[in-house]
């Protein structure tokens, strides 16, 4: 690597609940820099959350955003003119970012009316430990444990 590494930038906690992870979450909801599309499509599901189940939206975020997370991926590895699929655990700050990707992929991926009731949904089968976003998270994690062999490859 060349250079100096960018500084990490601080992110300000959103406005209506002061929650970071919220915020961030926000980002990468975010299209072409419309920020509050994504805000009203991230306050809207978390609306929608807390009429459907009764219950506190933000806990039900933190806990599809828990049962997300992946603790184990897959990196490939070239050895020998061979590439190898070598499982790696997952920085902390990338488990979360992956987190996201994936709920909001399932989330952009499921029939609905519109995007805040999709991300909803896709929430709440999370917190709930089902969805397309917990099935790509089983999939990363089956796929590290059956490469386990190559672990040896891991620098």
């Known amino acids: 690597m060349r250079g100096k590494q960018a500084p990490k930038r601080v992110i300000a906690p959103d406005p ?3 929650n970071l992870f919220i915020a961030k979450f926000i980002n990468y909801i975010m299209v072409d820099g419309k920020k509050s599309i994504a805000q009203r499509i991230v306050y809207d599901a978390i609306d ?7 219950q506190d939206a933000i806990e039900i975020f933190d806990r599809a ?4 997370t992946p603790s184990l991926e897959v990196k490939s590895r070239r050895v020998g003119g ?16 992956l987190s996201y ?10 029939k609905g009316r519109t995007m805040a009731d999709r991300l909803a949904n896709e929430l709440i089968a999370a917190a709930n430990n089902e969805g397309e976003a917990i099935k790509k998270k089983l ?11 190559f672990a040896h490859f891991a620098r």
């Open 82 to 97: 061979a590439n190898y699929q070598v499982p790696m655990p997952v920085r902390g700050e990338r488990r979360v970012m």
């Open 101 to 110: 990707r994936w709920l909001i992929a399932a989330a952009r991926a499921r």
């Open 16 to 18: 209506k609940f002061g």
């Open 48 to 54: 929608f959350i807390s009429e459907r189940t009764k």
């Open 65 to 68: 955003i828990k049962n997300t």
């Open 139 to 149: 999939d990363v994690q089956r796929m590290a444990e059956a490469n386990r062999a």
